[in-house]
């Protein structure tokens, strides 16, 4: 959080507990990038899901360095967007 109280990233996994777990969402507002937030974040996912066989996500290409770093490798993935719901808005409130 900011001095405001303002959220300035967060990161999310989502686990079955036993052996998976897919990370989600790692956001960090713009002009809090490049302060080691986003690497924080992660590291401390990281810890906690250790114990785990797998730990999945899909970045797009510009990160992949940034993942690597901390130890991720990079595979195929398929994955479906629909970019109109990306903020979670529902139709109606459009």
């Known amino acids: 959080m900011d001095e405001g109280g303002r959220v300035v990233g967060f990161a999310q996994a989502i686990s079955d507990g036993?052996?998976?777990?897919?990370?989600?969402?790692?956001?960090?507002?713009?002009?809090?990038?490049?302060?080691?937030l986003g690497t924080a974040l992660m590291r401390h996912l990281l810890e906690q899901l250790g114990h785990l066989y797998a730990v999945d996500l899909s970045c797009d290409d510009d990160v992949v360095p940034f993942?690597?770093?901390?130890?991720?490798?990079?595979?195929?993935?398929?994955y479906l967007r629909n970019y109109a719901r990306q903020n979670g808005a529902s139709e109606e409130s459009r």
Do not use: D, K, W
Request: net charge positive; charged share 25%; proline share 6%.
């Open 67 to 78: 993942y690597e770093r901390l130890g991720m490798r990079r595979a195929n993935a398929m």
């Open 18 to 36: 036993v052996l998976t777990a897919c990370i989600p969402l790692l956001e960090v507002l713009p002009e809090h990038q490049g302060r080691g």
